[in-house]
């Protein structure tokens, strides 16, 4: 007998089907709510409902853990490539020798883009945000490869937007970075592994014969890893949402882009990194800072702390912390706002205010750090993190695609005018 739940509505009483996962998730099943009882859930924010059944990321927010396809985040963080967990989001299992050969062989052959892209990238303004250039770019990129909006594609099909994709956003992010400096486009290098494109791709110059440091690849390689996927945040939702439409994956991937770039979602790595400047230049006194995020008459909250769904600790940001002190020593880099955002760790965790509300440091809240000691600047953070997630955001699509899953279009309560009727202009 599957276990159910009763809803008691106006006398009469309802069963609802009770869906268990095997981490033992518990969820009452309300597809047939509305057509059993005439009611629908209202839940801003869907911050008690899920959208879906999922089998690419798991993620317990009260015991700070995260898995990758069952995979704990710290071994692959630590162990692995970031194709590696690129392969194993989308296609369920990490690959052996001979797939991830073929893989990386197919992106590497994959990062050139069509030099008509380029005209794009030059109209943009010198201080366009990379974020609203990469975004835009991949809905162009979108019309290049018409076939890829046949929503009746082959897998085929979908596997080689999945190769463009993964191939062409570091040379976008790249170019749109050297855009943004006036520097001259660097053009991928087949010699070079996909970190140490980027790297190389980001930092080159006509006048250097520059060679990719490893401690800045590596670093790049686990900083990657650990934005990978995240289940059905607020940019993984955008895309599926985009995606149920019949919408092609560049275009929902897009989405997934501009939503990421907002200041509560993957925008914070910048906002944080502005804070910590911020509150340096005003002196470091944080117990001030700390107030004012505490004052709910002021608009200014701690970016980086808080989670939707971790209440304890966010299991990557412990990872970045310990890299970020890695980092830093190995490249011989001294960052003051290093010190002060432990500082503001401290403080925050000692104050009821925060502990009282499970607002811990997020996946944000060091990354900055770390990008700026790789020579990153502040308006690309965000860009690399949606480098880092764009195999989750592909994972996540590919799912719901292959699942047939319907359209979303949720339900609402309507708040406005009852009926009335049109009045012309001269009687208003
Ligand atoms: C990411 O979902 C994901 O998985 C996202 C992500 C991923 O990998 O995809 O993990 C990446 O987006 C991380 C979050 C990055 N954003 C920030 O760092 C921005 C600062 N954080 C907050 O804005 C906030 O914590 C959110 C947006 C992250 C979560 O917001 P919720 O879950 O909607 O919680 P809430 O806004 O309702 O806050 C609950 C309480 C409120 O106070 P009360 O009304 O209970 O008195 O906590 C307070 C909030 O005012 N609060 C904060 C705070 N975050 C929440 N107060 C001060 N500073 C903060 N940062």
Known sequence: MSETAKLIIEDKTYELPVLTGPENEKAIDISRLRAMTGYV?????FKNTGSTTSAITFLDGEKGILRYRGYPIEQLAEKAEFLEVAYLLI???????????NFKNHITHHTLIHEDMRVFLEAYPIKA??????????????????????????????????????AKVPTLAAWAYKNAVGQPVVYPKNKFDYCENFVNMMFDLPAYDYVPDPVVVNALNTLLIL????????????????GSSQANLYASVSAGVSA??????GGA?????????????????????????????DSFRLMGFGHRVYKNFDPRAK?????????????GIIDPVLDIAKQLEEVALNDSYFKERGLY?????????????????????????????????IAQWKEMVGENQPISRPRQIYTGSKERNFVEIDNR
């Open 361 to 393: 440091p997020n996946v944000d809240f060091y990354s900055g750090i770390i990008y700026r000691a790789l020579d990153i600047p502040t308006e690309m953070f965000t860009v690399m993190f949606a480098l880092g997630r764009l195999p989750g955001w």
């Open 269 to 297: 790595n910048q906002a944080v990194i502005e804070m910590l400047e911020n509150i340096k230049n005003d002196g470091g006194n944080l117990d001030k800072w700390i107030s004012k995020a505490k004052d709910k008459e």
């Open 91 to 101: 296609y369920g299992e990490l690959p052996n020798k001979v797939e991830y050969a």
């Open 227 to 242: 934005h990978a996927d995240h289940e059905q945040n607020c940019s993984a939702s955008t895309v599926r949402v985009v």
């Open 319 to 331: 990872i970045i912390k310990k890299a970020a002190d890695d980092v830093l020593n190995k490249l």
């Open 129 to 166: 945000h990379p974020m609203g250039i990469l975004a835009a770019s991949l809905s162009t990129i979108s019309t290049f490869y018409p076939e890829s909006q046949d929503p009746n594609r082959p897998k085929e099909a979908i596997d080689l937007t999945i190769y463009r994709l993964l």
């Open 260 to 265: 990421l770039w907002g200041p509560l979602h």
């Open 41 to 45: 859930t209202l839940d801003k924010g």
